[in-house]
Every structure is written in structure tokens, then in C-alpha cells.
T-cell receptor, first 109, second 114 residues
Framework: AQRVTQPEKLLSVFKGAPVELKCNYS??????LFWYVQYSRQRLQLLLR??SRESIKGFTADLNKGETSFHLKKPFAQEEDSAMYYC???????????FGTGTRLKVLA | EAQVTQNPRYLITVTGKKLTVTCSQN?????MSWYRQDPGLGLRQIYY???????DKGDVPEGYKVSRKEKRNFPLILESPSPNQTSLYFC?????????????FGPGTRLTVL
């Protein structure tokens, strides 16, 4: 079965500390993976996607097919990074999306 | 302004009373989708549409209907709402194509079924 797992419901870190939000997936085909973010009182928006291999707001994520993971990382957390983060998978050949349950990141001053 | 709009934003209704939540986008996107967001369950896809007159089930389609008669609109219909459909609903749209198209989300509709 297709599944996206985000094991942490809440992650609290201090400002300036490294951040890693975990995402594991279960999918037999070739996955497309995304990170979406929802800041307080804002719409859900795309943060980054694995095919772009880009860094947005200092965040990076590498697709590890061997470990079926797509963890989101940032070397130095900032208070404005506090938000809800969702990992999502799109099944190949279709436009069906599977989202994880989300991780709330709190960056403490 | 390019955006996805949903109406109503808040709705309280009673069991069995048919309702429609509208979704409209002005970006000429082919793909549109509905999600529900529940505590501890994240976002779950209800239905999606790859283009006009082309719709397909997501993971949780039971109790919902959709239609795509025009490219810009993708209404979500609850023929006989039940309390377990109380949720926060999001509509989203994107370009189709090959890989990794960004979904643009609406502001959400909070539905309460009594």
C-alpha cells in the first residue's frame, strides 16, 4: 500500500540549531516527493520537490530510494520556520497524492 | 491575482442536508483536487480531476461527489452529509505535465455536520 510516514507530530528546536524533519514512504513505483508547508494563517504552499534538487529558505531534502526516505533538513533553524510541514508523494503515471500526517516545527528563541 | 477560491469558508449544517462547496481557480490549471484535513490524519485526497470531464477517486471518496464541467470550477458535493464528514476541506489546482507540478491551495472550508 502507498503510504507516507512522518513519525514526529511535534519537533521543537532552538533558534540556530539544525533541523531534520523525517519522511519515509512506501511505494512500489517511481515516486515524486514534495514538502509542503503551512505557516500560521496562510495557505498550504510548496516548499520544495525532489526533482528540482533546489534549496528553498535554506531547506534541502534528498531522496534516498534505498531507505525510502525524503527527510527535510536545515542547518540553522530560524523562528520564522515555525510551521506545519507535510511530506507528500505523487504516484507515477497518475495525479494521485498521498500526504503524511504532518510535523509541527516550533523554533524556540 | 492568481489564486484558488473556495466558498463558503465556514458552514454548519445538519445530517442529510445536501450541500455543495465550490472551488474556482483563475490560473487555467488542468488539474484540480479536493482534500480533507483531520487532526492526526493529515491531508487525505478525496477526488481529483485531470481535466474537464475527467475525474478520479482519491483515498477517501465515500460520501462525496464531484463534477468538472468547466476548467476553472471543481465543486465538491455532499449528497447526504454525516457527522464524520465534519472536517477542514481544501481545494487545490496545478498544471499537469510531467513531473513535480506545484499544487496551489485554496484557503479551506471548515464544515461542521451536526
Amino acid at each position: 500500500a502507498q503510504r507516507v510516514t512522518q513519525p514526529e507530530k511535534l519537533l521543537s528546536v532552538f533558534k540556530g540549531a539544525p533541523v531534520e524533519l523525517k519522511c519515509n514512504y512506501s511505494y512500489s513505483g517511481s515516486p515524486e516527493l514534495f514538502w509542503y508547508v503551512q505557516y500560521s494563517r496562510q495557505r498550504l504552499q510548496l516548499l520544495l520537490r525532489h526533482i528540482s534538487r533546489e534549496s528553498i529558505k535554506g531547506f534541502t531534502a534528498d531522496l534516498n530510494k534505498g531507505e525510502t526516505s525524503f527527510h527535510l533538513k536545515k542547518p540553522f533553524a530560524q523562528e520564522e520556520d515555525s510551521a506545519m510541514y507535510y511530506c507528500a508523494l505523487r504516484t507515477s503515471g497518475t495525479y494521485k497524492y498521498i500526504f503524511g500526517t504532518g510535523t509541527r516545527l516550533k523554533v524556540l528563541a | 491575482e492568481a489564486q484558488v477560491t473556495q466558498n463558503p469558508r465556514y458552514l454548519i449544517t445538519v445530517t442529510g442536508k445536501k450541500l455543495t462547496v465550490t472551488c474556482s481557480q483563475n490560473m487555467n490549471h488542468e488539474y484540480m483536487s479536493w482534500y480533507r484535513q483531520d487532526p492526526g490524519l493529515g491531508l487525505r485526497q478525496i477526488y481529483y480531476s485531470m481535466n474537464v470531464e475527467v475525474t478520479d477517486k482519491g483515498d477517501v471518496p465515500e460520501g462525496y461527489k464531484v463534477s468538472r464541467k468547466e476548467k476553472r470550477n471543481f465543486p465538491l458535493i455532499l449528497e447526504s452529509p454525516s457527522p464524520n464528514q465534519t472536517s477542514l476541506y481544501f481545494c487545490a489546482s496545478s498544471l499537469p505535465g510531467t513531473l513535480g507540478n506545484e499544487q496551489f491551495f485554496g484557503p479551506g472550508t471548515r464544515l461542521t455536520v451536526l
